[in-house]
Each structure stands twice: as structure tokens, then as C-alpha cells.
């Protein structure tokens, strides 16, 4: 009996996909860029998924994202496509269990709009006009605060929690990220309404700062920072509490 060769195989059970392994195969374009191909092989060695797709999420539930030529759809781990999905691009996904998040996500862009998604497809919050995440992953949280992301619905910003909730409304001209402040025992975040700069800590309460500056631990280092977030000096040494 011949068998398939492959540029790479998986484990069994690998992916989420018991009895199934993922495998790969490369091909050539016509511009001659080498193109990888995913499918998967059942414990005969047989492929039972075929090798035809560019990507494929991990199982959840017996279902898994799929892309092929460019569009997006669930698939069972029979191969079957259940459902298309809507989405023109999605990203790779990000595990947030360490934010008490029940579910993997990843952003997904439809017409220009931005959502976050699971594994099985489902938007996790409405769309937006941008969705910055990347502010979860800052360290100046700690563990009993829930994170904020910046978000934009037209021209107005607010924030996201990492449970997917419109936590701070958009309702704000201009805002930037929370920073770690060394007046404030949580993080506070530069916002304007209007022509009016302020700096608000993550239930809305506006911080009162004498001189409108406050200093800020970016990348384990200090510097003084003024209401629109714009650094004015960087401290040489770390300061001590």
C-alpha cells in the first residue's frame, strides 16, 4: 500500500482531533512561491480531510475554522462544511485563559469593520471601526483588574474589557492606553471630550493631577507624561516606592 508524502505531520489528537493527525503538503504557484496545504490522516493513514486547505484552527466542540481560496467556514471533523462564514480576513487566534477568559478569540474583519470571534465562528462583541487589544497584555493591571482595550466606532473611542464588554463607552474625542501611575493604586488613562484633556482611571473617575502631568512605568522604566499623553521627560533612574 503507498502513502501520501508529506513536508510535515502532526501528533494524534493534536489539534483538538482525536484520531486524527494535521498534515501538510507544498506546492509551487504559478510564480513559482511555494504554497502550504493542510488536511488531516486517521490512524490508518489514511486522508480523511483532504489537503486542499490553506489554514485550520484547532478543533472546539467538533468544529474548527477553516480557509480555503481566500474564504472562511466551519468545518466537523468529518470534513463536512457546516457553515460559511462572513468574514474577509481573520487573524490569528490569541488563549487568554490567564485573563479569566473562557474562550480563545481572534480579530475578524468584515467591509472594513472589526469584530472579536471564537473558535466556532460566534462575534464576541459588536463591530468597530478599530479594536486595539494589544493593551490586555500590558503589565500594569495586576491580577484583579479587568483589562481594557482601546476601541473606535466612528469617530469617537472607548474601551473593551477582556470579557468583551463595552466597559467605558465611546463617547471619547481622543484616548490612549492605561498607564500605571505612581499617584494611583490602578491605572489610569489620558482621555479628551471635546477640547478638554483629563485622565480617568477605568470606572470613568476623572484623576485630578495639580500640573496635569503624572509619572508613568513604561517597559520597566519612568517618565513624566501630561494629560494627552505625550511624554516630557524620561526619568534616568527607576524610582523607589
Not at 491605572?187 to 484633556?197: C, G, M, T
Not at 500640573?211 to 512605568?217: Q, W
Request: net charge negative; glycine share 6%.
Amino acid at each position: 500500500m503507498a502513502f501520501a508524502t508529506y513536508k510535515g505531520i502532526g501528533e494524534f489528537g493534536g489539534h483538538n482531533a482525536e484520531g486524527l493527525a494535521l498534515v501538510r503538503k507544498e506546492s509551487k504557484d504559478e510564480a513559482g512561491n511555494i504554497q502550504s496545504r493542510y488536511g488531516f490522516i486517521n490512524t490508518r493513514f489514511e486522508e480523511c480531510i483532504p489537503c486542499i486547505y490553506q489554514r485550520i484552527e484547532p478543533f472546539e466542540r467538533n468544529y474548527a475554522i477553516v480557509e480555503l481560496n481566500d474564504k472562511y467556514a466551519l468545518m466537523n471533523k468529518k470534513g463536512e462544511i457546516e457553515l460559511a462564514l462572513k468574514y474577509d480576513k481573520i487573524m490569528p487566534f490569541e488563549d487568554r485563559d490567564a485573563f479569566d477568559t473562557n474562550h480563545s478569540f481572534a480579530l475578524a474583519e468584515t467591509n472594513g469593520s472589526f469584530t472579536l470571534i471564537n473558535r466556532r465562528g460566534k462575534a464576541l462583541c459588536q463591530e468597530y471601526d478599530e479594536i486595539d487589544y494589544a493593551d490586555w497584555e500590558d503589565d500594569c493591571w495586576g491580577d484583579s483588574y479587568k483589562r481594557l482595550a482601546r476601541i473606535k466606532k466612528g469617530d469617537k473611542w472607548g474601551y473593551l474589557d477582556n470579557n468583551f464588554y463595552e466597559d467605558i463607552h465611546c463617547i471619547y474625542n481622543d484616548a490612549h492606553k492605561f498607564y500605571k501611575s505612581v499617584e494611583y493604586d490602578e491605572p489610569i488613562a489620558p482621555v479628551r471630550l471635546f477640547a478638554e484633556w483629563k485622565w480617568i482611571d477605568r470606572n470613568e473617575d476623572k484623576k485630578y493631577i495639580e500640573d496635569g502631568t503624572t509619572i508613568v512605568e513604561l517597559s520597566d522604566k519612568y517618565a513624566v507624561m501630561d494629560k494627552k499623553g505625550e511624554i516630557k521627560k524620561e526619568l534616568e533612574e527607576k524610582l523607589e516606592n
